[in-house]
T-cell receptor, first 113, second 114 residues
């Protein structure tokens, strides 16, 4: 089955700096890679996703890159703000598994004012 | 639009007791999912339903059962709770069961089994 590894497990940055979270996956058939943000006491919320036919996607301060050859994808947050502090999860999914995602273990991001 | 609601918000349960976690969505989504989240770990899929009337096993189905009698509701039952089922349980849904469908998550149920 699919295995997703996420690094780092914790990340602390100064407000205004950039944050990068990396994930690797094992199943070369995976073709959809969502990123979720989870605030304390809440459920995960999709913040950006990327499909295997593109290498990069950007939405304001958030971007995701995908390297299919190396089987890794990364979340980039620029100009971080204290409200970006949360736990971030990556996931991988493939068509034949329908909606069944495999999640990374999460990264706790702390943005210091 | 409420999205996905889960009940109860939290529960303390004695080992051996039966418990049903409720999940309701008002988005008319076809697919629904149950995940558990343990401290320091990502979400693991317990059971899923691609459409009303069908269910399937996820990564960690043992000790859990589900039903999908209609589109809106997807209850998760622990027949005889054990301490290892202490976790936070999230229900999710997506419009379709396709691999690239966005999943929307409920607020979670925090369950402690003693």
């Amino acid at each position: 089955g699919e295995n997703v590894e996420q690094h780092p497990s914790t990340l602390s940055v100064q407000e205004g700096d950039s944050a990068v979270i990396k994930c690797t996956y094992s199943d070369s058939a995976s073709n959809y890679f969502p990123w979720y943000k989870q605030e304390l006491g809440k459920g995960p919320q999709l913040i950006i996703d990327i499909r295997s036919n593109v290498g990069e996607k950007k939405d304001q301060r958030i971007a995701v890159t995908l390297n299919k050859t190396a089987k890794h994808f990364s979340l980039h947050i620029t100009e971080t703000q204290p409200e970006d502090s949360a736990v971030y999860f990556c996931a991988a999914r493939r068509s034949t598994n329908a909606g069944k995602s495999t999640f990374g273990d999460g990264t706790t991001l702390t943005v210091k004012p | 639009i409420a999205g996905i609601t889960q009940a109860p918000t939290s529960q303390i349960l004695a080992a051996g007791r039966r418990m049903t976690l409720r999940c309701t969505q008002d988005m008319r989504h076809n697919a629904m999912y149950w995940y558990r989240q343990d401290l320091g770990l990502g979400l693991r899929l317990i059971h899923y339903s691609n459409t009303a009337g069908t269910t399937g096993k996820g990564e960690v189905p043992d000790g859990y059962s589900v039903s999908r009698a209609n589109t809106d509701d997807f209850p998760l039952t622990l027949a005889s709770a054990v301490p290892s089922q202490t976790s936070v349980y999230f229900c999710a849904s997506s419009a379709l069961a396709g691999a690239q469908e966005t999943q929307y998550f409920g607020p979670g149920t925090r369950l402690l089994v003693l």
